[in-house]
């Protein structure tokens, strides 16, 4: 009788825990922490969106919380919901995020509130590669903000709350793939409010 | 039996069996989850085997989470259950293309890009999707892939990037060769 009642402790003590784990690690703010690769504000899957050898942990939260992304080779997808000196970013705050082409044959930047674009007067929701306006020394700023600002402008519209940042590179070249935690990628930089 | 050595033998067969349950559990969580969403897809029902081709996304698009807002998707959801699926797609030029096979797991098992396709294919793609345990043999130019055992339902999506959501010019042309891409049955 004492073996049978260790033995039915065993299991509900471990599907406990087990079940602990799972919800634990499914949280949202978890989403980019496991087998990450970091730059700055920015991270990413080290692993690849859809790479058949991701761990279990991480296709779980892909397919609870974006879903359906490619391998590293074709696909590296950078996000961020912090600023490049660490603070969230905040629908109520301004933005100029500033950069220059990476290693890759196409990017779009793009801004999410609750892993869905936001709605604005412009139906603007990001800017890529080949729509963003350029400096003289091919550089580019697009700026982030509920109120109109010039130039690239990506308005928040009425959200409030905190927002994410995805910085998609589609063909990756070597360097973003071998180098990723040194990579130059876009600053993120809050601009005070007068 | 020593008192100790039974507490170490139930220590240990707990953990064992944490990680039992844990890998399985989290196992059978991503294939909900996945054919949860497969399911919200407009042709999940009654449309298994065509393609559901979709406008430039806006804020209104609750289909897939974090979308790509500059990319005109098509997407089909496979059944490969009874016979196998050629794929037929046009390429276009100038623009990131790629169609990706998508397992219930969300493992991408096959990518094609406009760059591979065109220096290996041409203009033109055509792909069979069989499960695994099919007999299939390739005919021709025909790229073959199987399903994995447990996917032979899931998702085929073609992404065809348009460069400025602002020149409608394109993206008409690039609509143009998004509809061509059509999915036929192979009967016996």
């Known amino acids: 009788m004492i073996y049978l009642l260790a033995t039915i402790a065993s299991i509900l003590v471990a599907a406990g825990f087990a079940y602990l784990e799972i919800r634990y690690k499914m949280r949202p703010a978890r989403l980019r922490d496991f087998d990450a690769i970091k730059n700055g504000n920015w991270s990413t899957s080290r692993r690849g969106e859809g790479n058949r050898e991701a761990r279990r942990i991480h296709r779980a939260r892909i397919a609870k919380h974006t879903g359906f992304g490619m391998d590293r080779s074709e696909a590296i997808y950078w996000g961020t919901s912090v600023d490049s000196s660490g603070r969230p970013l905040d629908c109520g705050s301004d933005y100029v995020i500033h950069g220059s082409d990476p290693d890759t044959r196409w990017w779009c930047l793009s801004v999410y509130k609750d892993l869905f674009f936001i709605p604005n007067e412009q139906d603007r929701y990001s800017y890529s590669k080949t729509d963003v306006q350029r400096e003289a020394d091919n550089s580019w700023t697009i700026r982030v903000s509920a109120k109109e600002k010039p130039g690239d402008w990506i308005p928040l519209g009425e959200a409030a709350g905190g927002f994410t940042l995805s910085f998609r590179c589609y063909n990756p070249g070597a360097s973003m793939i071998e180098h990723g935690e040194t990579i130059e990628l876009p600053r993120v930089i809050r601009e005070d409010r007068p | ?188």
Request: with cysteine; hydrophobic share 40%; net charge positive.
């Open chain 2, 1 to 188: 039996m020593n008192i100790v050595l039974l507490i170490i033998v139930w220590l240990v067969l707990t953990v064992v069996l944490e990680r039992v349950f844990y890998i399985a559990g989290i196992s059978g969580y991503t294939y909900y989850l996945t054919d949860r969403r497969l399911k919200g897809f407009p042709t999940y029902k009654d449309g298994k085997n065509t393609f559901w081709h979709s406008p430039l996304l806006t804020s209104a698009s609750r289909l897939v989470p974090a979308p790509t807002p500059h990319a005109l998707n098509s997407a089909c959801i496979y059944d490969v259950r009874k016979h196998p699926i050629r794929l037929k797609a046009s390429v276009p030029h100038g623009v990131y293309w790629s169609v990706t096979f998508f397992a219930r797991n969300q493992a991408c098992y096959f990518t094609l890009n406009d760059i591979e396709a065109q220096e290996k294919y041409g203009d033109e793609v055509e792909i069979v999707l069989a499960g695994s345990q099919s007999g299939y043999r390739p005919q021709g130019r025909e790229i073959f892939v199987q399903a994995p055992g447990l996917s032979r339902v899931g998702l085929i999506l073609i992404r065809t990037v348009v460069m400025d959501p602002a020149d409608k010019d394109n993206i008409a042309r690039v609509v143009e060769v998004q509809r061509q891409a059509v999915i036929e049955p192979i009967e016996n």
